[in-house]
């Protein structure tokens, strides 16, 4: 069974730009998450996707910042314009349903000079 | 909202020596404590998780103990090894609530051989 996996592993973007990340969910799993890692902080929860409605959307820092799930499938996590203090590692983790373990992709390191 | 504290940062032990991370939670509600193991450049993996209707789960080396009336909850690693090194991860979430995990900041662990 194939893990979750998000693309691409780094960017690298000079702030004011745009970048979308991809998460691809463990097949069959319809619940996908979104968190935020900042250098030397914790992780944190952006938002939380039940198929393609979002259940969720607590945890996302402002209007810069744009989740879709079209098809209740892979989803994208775009930021526009993107800020220095966006930087950090962006994962996405999946689970079958909401009381079962969730399980992470590697994540995507996301760097705004 | 919940906070989770976890401590300590870090933790230098010698192979064979026991190790204890240690977590507190402030959401009374939280009923799913989960821990993770993040080696270095890859993704955080689910190593062990208890429930609030339990007191203490072990799998193999490592335990996880949960006292809900002082909302804390340890792992505890026994004979580590070198492949035990790792960033641990703690966290929290209400289970039929809003299902987010709420991490700690992690911990580095370095088992010298």
């Known amino acids: 069974e194939a893990g979750v996996t998000q693309f691409p592993s780094h960017s690298v973007i000079e702030k004011g730009q745009t970048v979308t990340l991809r998460c691809d969910p463990i097949?069959?799993?319809?619940?996908l998450y979104w968190y935020r890692r900042v250098m030397g902080k914790e992780i944190k929860f952006l938002l939380h996707?039940?198929?393609?409605?979002?259940?969720?959307e607590s945890g996302m820092p402002n209007n810069r910042f744009l989740a879709e799930r079209t098809g209740g499938t892979y989803s994208t996590l775009k930021v526009q314009p993107a800020e220095l203090e966006d930087s950090g590692v962006y994962f996405c983790?999946?689970?079958?349903?909401?009381?079962?373990?969730?399980?992470f992709g590697d994540g995507t390191r996301l760097s705004i000079l | 909202g919940e906070n989770v504290e976890q401590h300590p940062s870090t933790l230098s032990v010698q192979e064979g020596d026991s190790a204890v991370i240690k977590c507190t939670y402030s959401?009374?509600?939280?009923?799913?404590f989960p821990w993770y193991k993040q080696e270095l450049g890859k993704r955080p993996q689910l190593i062990i998780d208890?429930?609030?209707?339990?007191g203490e789960k072990k799998d193999q080396r490592i335990a996880v103990t949960l006292n809900k009336t002082a909302k804390h909850f340890s792992l505890h690693i026994t004979e580590t090894q070198p492949e035990d090194s790792a960033v641990y991860f703690c966290?929290?979430?209400?289970?039929?609530?809003?299902?987010?995990?709420?991490f700690g900041k992690g911990m580095k662990l370095t088992v010298n051989p």
């Open positions: 983790a999946s689970s079958i349903d909401p009381s079962q373990p969730q399980h």
């Open positions: 097949s069959g799993h319809d619940n």
């Open positions: 996707f039940v198929k393609e409605s979002k259940q969720d």
């Open positions: 959401d009374s509600a939280s009923n799913y």
């Open positions: 208890i429930r609030s209707n339990v």
């Open positions: 966290a929290a979430s209400v289970q039929g609530g809003s299902e987010k995990l709420v």
